[in-house]
T-cell receptor, first 110, second 111 residues
Framework: KQEVTQIPAALSVPEGENLVLNCSFT??????LQWFRQDPGKGLTSLLL?????REQTSGRLNASLDKSSGRSTLYIAASQPGDSATYLC?????????FGAGTTVTVRA | EAGVAQSPRYKIIEKRQSVAFWCNPI?????LYWYQQILGQGPKLLIQ????????DSQLPKDRFSAERLKGVDSTLKIQPAKLEDSAVYLCASSLSDLEYFGPGTRLTVL
């Protein structure tokens, strides 16, 4: 059974600082890995999807890396802004099923 | 393109009562998912439909939860009777391929 862990559970940084969010998974036979953003009272929005054959994926200020052999993924957010405040979840897909971590709640202070 | 619609957005019931949630996926999406997200945890898959058929319901508590997807479009999730531990956000998602699109969720509080 896939177990996904995200550390830390919460993070507070001043505006402009770079963010580093960590995700680890126990079963390396993943099909892909996704990073999601969740705002209070809202659903999940997909930020980045990394296929198992890829090492990283970039979108604007966001960059996600994947190391399948060590069971780790990292989400980097450059030059954080107050609007980046949200909960970030990673999810690993084995076959057709997504297994989620509990998320890291980020607060960016103005 | 309209997103995944869910209703109601909030529901408060007492334990042992029944409740139903509705989901309308994105048009053309064959796959529909129901997730349960307990406060402080990641979403947990309850059931996955491919068109009308169930692909996975291994984590659905079948003694109290049921779900159906009529005509391969809309879906309802029912809880009968509800327990205190069912308090959670129930998320519906749909997909065409690898990318899942989530609805805003229904927040259920069981008193």
């Amino acid at each position: 059974k896939q177990e996904v862990t995200q550390i830390p559970a919460a993070l507070s940084v001043p505006e402009g600082e770079n963010l580093v969010l960590n995700c680890s998974f126990t079963d390396s036979a993943i099909y892909n890995l996704q990073w999601f953003r969740q705002d209070p009272g809202k659903g999940l929005t997909s930020l980045l999807l990394i296929q198992s054959s890829q090492r990283e994926q970039t979108s604007g200020r966001l960059n996600a890396s994947l190391d399948k052999s060590s069971g780790r993924s990292t989400l980097y957010i450059a030059a954080s802004q107050p609007g980046d405040s949200a909960t970030y979840l990673c999810a690993a897909r084995n076959d057709y099923k997504l297994s989620f971590g509990a998320g890291t709640t980020v607060t960016v202070r103005a | 393109e309209a997103g995944v619609a869910q209703s109601p957005r909030y529901k408060i019931i007492e334990k042992r009562q029944s409740v139903a949630f509705w989901c309308n996926p994105i048009s053309g999406h064959a796959t529909l998912y129901w997730y349960q997200q307990i406060l402080g945890q990641g979403p947990k898959l309850l059931i996955q439909f491919q068109n009308n058929g169930v692909v996975d319901d291994s984590q659905l508590p079948k003694d109290r939860f049921s779900a159906e997807r009529l005509k391969g479009v809309d879906s309802t999730l029912k809880i009968q009777p509800a327990k205190l531990e069912d308090s959670a956000v129930y998320l519906c998602a749909s997909s065409l391929s690898d990318l899942e699109y989530f609805g805003p969720g229904t927040r259920l509080t069981v008193l």
